[in-house]
């Protein structure tokens, strides 16, 4: 099983800025895609942005030019900076990681979560 901590959310003006943290750990062989998911109030889950082990990152339209994905191979990490958010960005943040452990194959795991809120 792999484990995901998530950190960094919290209540900010409109204009500012957090950074998300979603560290992985357990029984892990390799990682793939990294990426950070997000729910408002009576809406679907969203991709917001992704980083695949090869490199390449992708990014809701919404948030390209404002959000910056990264990851800490080394440290089996990955962060979300979030710049210029907006009210529209409030909801609940969840880090999504594809990960290959020593008893399981590559599978999709999930965070509980961190709330984002944006106020005007």
């Known amino acids: 099983q792999v484990q995901l901590e998530e950190s960094g959310g919290g209540l900010v003006q409109a204009g500012g800025s957090l950074r998300l943290s979603c560290a992985a750990s357990g029984r892990i062989r390799s990682i793939y895609s990294m990426g950070w998911y997000r729910q408002a109030p009576g809406k679907p889950r969203e991709l917001v942005a992704v980083?695949?082990?090869?490199?390449?990152?992708n990014y809701a339209d919404h948030v390209k030019g404002r959000f910056t994905i990264s990851r800490d191979n080394a440290k089996n990490t990955v962060y979300l900076q979030m710049n210029s958010l907006k009210p529209e960005d409030t909801a609940v943040y969840f880090c999504?990681?594809?990960?290959?452990?020593?008893?399981?194959?590559?599978?999709?795991?999930w965070g509980q979560g961190t709330q984002v809120t944006v106020s005007s």
């Open positions: 999504n990681v594809d990960a290959k452990t020593l008893t399981r194959a590559s599978y999709s795991y």
């Open positions: 980083s695949t082990s090869g490199g390449n990152t």
